[in-house]
């Protein structure tokens, strides 16, 4: 029987000398950190930030980790693409040594604060914390300095799919927009995100107008309701018209008889009063 252990990597020597300092790391030393929660980067604001760098430097230092025989990128991304497009060969880093569930809560803070992440990149990035380093809401709540109800809300918005996802996205629809869209249903949505992007409607307005739409769906639900019942009683008349031809067989000269009156439909049968006197 064999004992799998997990141990951390033991810190090298260079890495110790390292630690907490401002360091020049080669550009081809440095890679992405597989955590990045940011996904898309605005390539004219990366410019802008490339021309800033050449004038100034980097003003900021990137903050990196040991990893496989480099430097892993830990928070700092924008300046990392912005210098290879200004053409640095490298860039200053503090170096530290944090765990990986640390590291990817690292990159999901700095990109809250800067505000660099949409609302579903957001997302995301705490499911990620929540599946793949073993987070509980509370948790990341805490470490976000959210509200667990924010971090609730925001994980909700999964709920749509990456396609409707996308083009909320690039038509610049809020995020209230988005869970708005959630209140109508699945296959609805994407009759609901047409509507509120070629009529540009408001948060208010698309709440309205999928309130309008379920009033609809209760008023189908209530014709279909009506519609069974009034099966139940074609039914009914149909079992009396095979009754009364039932009576008519035993050779009593039974009528039936139907009237509409005041809304109501009115159903008489006639049997002659000797042959009723038979029966009574």
């Keep these: 029987m064999s004992i799998i ?8 020597p260079q890495t110790l000398r ?12 440095i890679f992405s950190n597989p955590d990045q929660p940011r996904k898309s980067f605005n390539t004219e604001e990366l ?7 050449s004038q100034d430097g980097i003003v900021q230092p990137l903050t990196v980790r040991r990893r496989q025989g480099g430097y892993q990128l830990v928070s700092g991304e924008r300046r990392l693409r912005a ?12 170096v530290v040594d944090i765990s990986d569930s ?14 660099d992440l949409n609302f579903f990149e957001e997302a995301e990035a705490i499911s990620a914390l929540i599946t793949k380093y073993g987070m509980t809401q509370e948790d990341c709540a805490i470490r976000l300095g959210l509200a ?7 994980l909700r918005l999964l709920k749509l799919s990456p396609d ?6 690039a038509n610049g629809l809020s995020e209230r927009h988005a869970r708005a869209l959630l209140k109508s249903e699945e296959g609805q ?31 189908k639900q209530s014709y279909r309701k009506r519609s069974g019942a009034l099966g139940d009683i074609r039914l009914f008349f149909n079992t009396v018209d095979r009754a009364v031809k039932v009576i008519k067989l035993a050779g009593v000269d039974a009528k039936v008889k139907k009237t509409k009156k005041d809304g109501f439909i009115e159903y008489v049968i006639l049997v002659p009063e000797e042959e009723a006197g038979r029966s009574f």
């Design 5 to 12: 252990t997990k141990t951390r990597e033991r810190t090298s």
């Design 83 to 94: 210098a290879k497009l200004a053409g640095f060969r490298s860039v200053p880093c503090v």
């Design 47 to 53: 410019t802008k930030l490339a021309k800033s760098i």
């Design 189 to 219: 949505r994407e009759q609901v995100l047409i509507k509120i992007i070629k009529d540009n409607l408001t948060v208010e307005a698309t709440e309205k107008y999928i309130s309008s739409l379920e009033k609809k769906e209760r008023v």
């Design 148 to 154: 667990q109800s924010t971090v609730a809300n925001k």
């Design 18 to 29: 390292e630690l907490g300092k401002v360091v020049e790391i080669p550009l081809e030393q």
């Design 102 to 115: 640390r590291s990817a809560v690292i990159a999901l803070i700095e990109n809250i604060q800067r505000a």
């Design 164 to 169: 409707l996802r996308k083009v909320i996205i």
